[in-house]
Protein backbone atom coordinates (compact mmCIF):
# COMPACT_ATOMS: atom_id res chain seq x y z
CA UNK A 1 0.00 0.00 0.00
CA UNK A 2 0.97 2.81 -0.91
CA UNK A 3 1.42 6.19 1.83
CA UNK A 4 -0.75 8.81 -0.49
CA UNK A 5 -4.27 8.82 0.33
CA UNK A 6 -6.65 9.81 -2.71
CA UNK A 7 -8.70 12.91 -2.31
CA UNK A 8 -11.75 10.77 -1.93
CA UNK A 9 -11.10 8.99 0.79
CA UNK A 10 -9.42 12.12 3.13
CA UNK A 11 -12.01 13.21 5.70
CA UNK A 12 -13.19 16.31 5.26
CA UNK A 13 -12.81 19.80 7.12
CA UNK A 14 -16.27 19.60 8.30
CA UNK A 15 -16.03 16.05 9.78
CA UNK A 16 -12.98 17.17 11.44
CA UNK A 17 -14.77 19.96 13.41
CA UNK A 18 -17.85 18.21 14.00
CA UNK A 19 -15.42 15.18 15.48
CA UNK A 20 -13.90 18.09 17.77
CA UNK A 21 -17.00 19.92 18.53
CA UNK A 22 -18.36 16.27 19.76
CA UNK A 23 -14.94 15.90 21.98
CA UNK A 24 -15.71 19.49 23.36
CA UNK A 25 -19.53 18.39 23.98
CA UNK A 26 -18.23 15.13 26.04
CA UNK A 27 -15.75 17.69 28.26
CA UNK A 28 -18.46 19.68 28.83
CA UNK A 29 -20.65 16.85 30.12
CA UNK A 30 -18.03 15.73 31.98
CA UNK A 31 -16.95 18.94 34.02
CA UNK A 32 -20.49 19.26 34.45
CA UNK A 33 -20.86 15.90 36.18
CA UNK A 34 -17.71 16.63 38.52
CA UNK A 35 -19.48 19.72 39.36
CA UNK A 36 -22.61 18.79 40.17
CA UNK A 37 -21.10 15.25 42.32
CA UNK A 38 -18.55 17.85 44.02
CA UNK A 39 -21.66 20.00 44.54
CA UNK A 40 -23.51 16.79 45.90
CA UNK A 41 -20.67 15.76 48.62
CA UNK A 42 -20.27 19.48 49.73
CA UNK A 43 -24.19 19.65 50.43
CA UNK A 44 -24.35 16.18 52.34
CA UNK A 45 -21.62 17.22 54.11
CA UNK A 46 -22.97 20.25 55.72
CA UNK A 47 -26.33 18.39 55.97
CA UNK A 48 -24.19 15.94 57.95
CA UNK A 49 -22.54 18.32 59.74
CA UNK A 50 -26.43 20.37 60.54
CA UNK A 51 -27.81 17.38 61.68
CA UNK A 52 -24.70 16.55 63.84
CA UNK A 53 -25.24 19.89 65.60
CA UNK A 54 -28.77 19.36 66.70
CA UNK A 55 -28.51 15.90 67.99
CA UNK A 56 -25.23 16.75 69.88
CA UNK A 57 -26.22 20.43 71.77
CA UNK A 58 -28.96 18.01 73.27
CA UNK A 59 -26.61 15.21 74.69
CA UNK A 60 -24.09 17.69 75.83
CA UNK A 61 -26.77 19.82 77.52
CA UNK A 62 -28.17 16.70 79.21
CA UNK A 63 -24.98 14.96 80.11
CA UNK A 64 -24.13 18.72 81.89
CA UNK A 65 -27.36 18.02 83.69
CA UNK A 66 -26.35 14.92 84.97
CA UNK A 67 -23.77 16.41 86.08
CA UNK A 68 -25.14 18.92 88.22
CA UNK A 69 -27.72 16.32 89.60
CA UNK A 70 -24.76 14.27 90.39
CA UNK A 71 -23.40 16.81 92.44
CA UNK A 72 -26.56 17.65 93.94
CA UNK A 73 -26.80 14.17 95.17
CA UNK A 74 -23.29 13.36 96.04
CA UNK A 75 -21.82 17.03 96.65
CA UNK A 76 -19.77 19.02 95.34
CA UNK A 77 -18.11 16.42 93.25
CA UNK A 78 -14.75 16.85 94.91
CA UNK A 79 -13.10 14.13 95.84
CA UNK A 80 -14.02 13.32 99.41
CA UNK A 81 -11.23 12.18 102.25
CA UNK A 82 -11.54 8.41 101.71
CA UNK A 83 -11.00 8.80 98.04
CA UNK A 84 -8.02 11.40 98.18
CA UNK A 85 -4.60 9.16 97.21
CA UNK A 86 -2.44 9.39 100.61
CA UNK A 87 1.06 10.72 99.63
CA UNK A 88 4.22 8.47 99.91
CA UNK A 89 5.54 11.18 102.98
CA UNK A 90 2.40 10.38 104.74
CA UNK A 91 2.79 6.73 103.89
CA UNK A 92 6.41 6.55 105.69
CA UNK A 93 4.70 8.37 109.02
CA UNK A 94 1.89 5.96 109.60
CA UNK A 95 4.23 2.55 109.10
Same mark, same amino acid.
Given at each position: #?????? !?? /???????? /??????? /?? @??? +?????? !?????? @? +?????????? %???? #? !?????? @????? /? !? %??????????????????????????
Amino acid at each position: #MSSIVP !IS /ERPSRLFI /EAFWTIL /EG @IAL +LLKGTF !ILCAAI @I +LNAGLLFARV %HNLL #M !IPAVCF @IIALA /E !I %HKLLFGTGELSVATVPISPAVRRKRT
